[in-house]
């Protein structure tokens, strides 16, 4: 810390759900420092993604939550068909399917990926 900077620890538990133009609906829960982002199979489908941004800028959007999440003492996992799918820690430079969908530092997790589409499963609670 610096001269004058002063440590707040937050703690924080909350549960939303968002509901897409397609009626699907995402759950958003942050419990004992873990924030999880929970969806549908089909919201992985890549037919109703709405068009992204540039690489660079996924990437800038990415370091930027990394930034606010560490500042908060969080990590986020996200969960599709009750398999996790992706994972965002503090002071983690992400991994090679994460660079290479221009996400990084988010670690994408291939074999929940693959989970997540051939072996759906209920999504987990919190």
């Known amino acids: 810390m610096h001269p004058g900077e002063v440590e707040v620890e937050v703690e924080v538990e909350a549960e939303f759900t968002v509901v897409d133009p397609a009626g699907r609906e995402i759950r ?3 419990r004992d420092g873990l924030g999880l982002v929970t ?3 089909a919201a992985l489908s890549l037919r109703y993604l709405p068009p992204l941004p540039p690489a660079a800028e996924r990437r800038r959007w990415a370091g930027r ?3 606010a ?3 908060a003492g969080l990590r986020l996992e996200i969960i599709a068909a009750g398999r996790t799918v992706a ?3 503090p002071a983690r430079a ?3 399917l994460g660079r290479l969908a221009g996400l990084a530092p988010f670690e994408v997790d291939l074999r929940g990926l693959l ?3 051939l072996f759906p499963r209920e999504p987990r609670q919190p």
């Open 39 to 41: 969806m549908p199979r």
């Open 115 to 117: 989970a997540a589409w």
């Open 87 to 89: 994972r965002l820690a």
């Open 65 to 67: 939550l990394q930034q």
């Open 69 to 71: 999440l560490a500042a």
């Open 94 to 96: 992400g991994n090679w």
């Open 28 to 30: 958003v829960s942050a």
